[in-house]
């Protein structure tokens, strides 16, 4: 397939050092096509990849057969309280693992919603193909742009400064693919600069004089060394202005170093503090991918409040609820909302290695002050007749819902133009 200007200015782009949604680069090509978020209103989007395990997440502690498919990771009402002893039971019908204590307090003031039996028609369960059905909102698995780069497209061009950023990833998620805005993916704060040559720092601003001296050429504003010259220009001095920005960032709320969500949500409060036009943030976590030894066990004996998912529940519940207290404390609390996702949940029958396989279900988290608390959703049935022939749910609540409910009712944009079709509206946000 041949390669058009556009595409190829927009790879070009991506080969600069770093790189921004541009200010104002692209406002000859293209304007935003409505008109923002309302009030400022923020999202911040948490991937935790892998596929995490919905029913251990949010545990149906008194269906019979949730305890009769996991005879081993199946959580009774009585283990069902945190390192303090206090009860983690949210309803008749459902508890939250014991390791998400924090999430848990947050709940109980009304400021998280679960919504359960999330899916989609005719799942997926390889990790990509899954990854880039929600990353695109369609299920065909083939679409080019992502959700959250098709909203950027229609409501962000020209804003200015910095309105979108994925923080502390390796690669810029599939979500903000976008065919005119460019978003970075900011690993870190250090590396997202003029990278110098090391041998040479004190050099720094000479070289720093030539690149701007280089990229501030005259060209004609509509040709292709034009364009490639003020995207690479723009990039450098758009990352300077977050250096500066960040630095100014102060808190009370201390994020722990070892909890790889901690320190992406540390960067996304340094952005949204010191850049209020910061509007789209997105940070991930993995690790989900508990085919074996999701819970600890000893000579054939499981211990379901220690392993590798009670240690990544309780850093999304701990990075979740120290976020939550940093936004508050500086006054932001009321405009931002978060979301979790996972690329599908897991069988609800365990498997021979305390561990659990792909599966079709998962449940979604929505967290903040605007959000309307409580479990959304039917409970999947578990029944036999229910379940397909690998053993899996059927799902009750389209993922694509919930973008929908986003889009219309927090981020001020019409979900059929990103999702391409009308969803119905989950009910979370007032």
């Known amino acids: 397939m041949p390669t058009t200007r556009r595409q190829f200015i927009k790879r070009g782009a991506g080969l600069v050092t770093v790189g921004v949604v541009m200010p104002r680069i692209w406002l000859g090509e293209a304007r935003a096509q409505s008109g923002g978020p309302p009030d400022d209103h923020r999202l911040v989007v948490i991937q935790l990849a892998g596929g995490n395990d919905g029913f251990n997440t949010l545990i149906p502690y008194t269906d019979a057969r949730y305890h009769a498919l996991r005879p ?73 742009k992502g959700w959250l780069g098709k909203y950027a497209d229609l409501a962000l061009i020209g804003s200015p400064g910095l309105p979108a950023a994925a923080l502390g990833g390796g690669e810029l998620p599939k979500s903000f693919s976008a065919e005119t805005a460019i978003v970075p993916n900011i690993i870190n704060f250090q590396l997202f600069n003029f990278i110098a040559d090391p041998a040479y720092p004190a050099d720094y601003n000479n070289q720093i004089n030539t690149f701007n001296a280089a990229a501030s050429r005259t060209f004609q504003p509509d040709t292709f060394m034009g364009s490639i010259n003020k995207t690479a220009f723009e990039s450098v001095r758009g990352a300077q202005l977050v250096q500066r920005a960040v630095s100014g960032y102060t808190s009370s709320v201390v994020y722990p170093e070892f909890n790889p969500l901690a320190v992406g949500l540390k960067m996304a409060a340094q952005i949204m503090v010191t850049m209020p036009e910061a509007r789209l943030i997105y940070v991930q976590m993995g690790g989900f991918d508990h085919h074996s030894d999701q819970v600890a066990h000893a000579n054939g004996q499981p211990n379901k409040l220690t392993g590798q998912h009670a240690v990544l529940l309780n850093w999304f519940s701990e990075a979740v609820s120290l976020f939550h207290v940093d936004m508050t404390e500086h006054g932001l609390a009321d405009k931002l909302v978060m ?42 049935s578990l029944a036999a007749t229910q379940l397909d022939p690998a053993g899996n749910p059927q799902f009750n609540v389209d993922f694509r819902e919930v973008y929908a409910t986003l889009l219309d009712r927090w981020l001020g944009a019409d979900s059929r133009k990103v999702l391409g079709a009308q969803y119905p509206d989950v009910g979370f946000l007032g």
């Open 72 to 144: 081993m990771l199946a959580f009774k009402e009585p283990e069902l309280r945190d390192g303090q002893g206090r009860s983690m039971i949210l309803s008749d019908q459902f508890g939250l693992h014991p390791a998400m204590d924090k999430i848990k307090g947050l709940f109980d003031q009304g400021k998280v919603a679960i919504v359960q039996g999330v899916g989609y028609p005719n799942s997926n369960l390889s990790h990509f193909l899954s990854m880039d059905i929600w990353h695109t909102a369609d299920v065909s698995g083939l679409a080019r």
């Open 339 to 380: 979301m979790q996702w996972s690329e599908f949940g897991r069988r609800p029958g365990e498997n021979a290695s305390f561990g659990t396989d792909h599966g079709t279900v998962g449940s979604m988290f929505l967290v903040g002050n605007p959000i309307k608390g409580g479990i959304y959703g039917d409970h999947p």
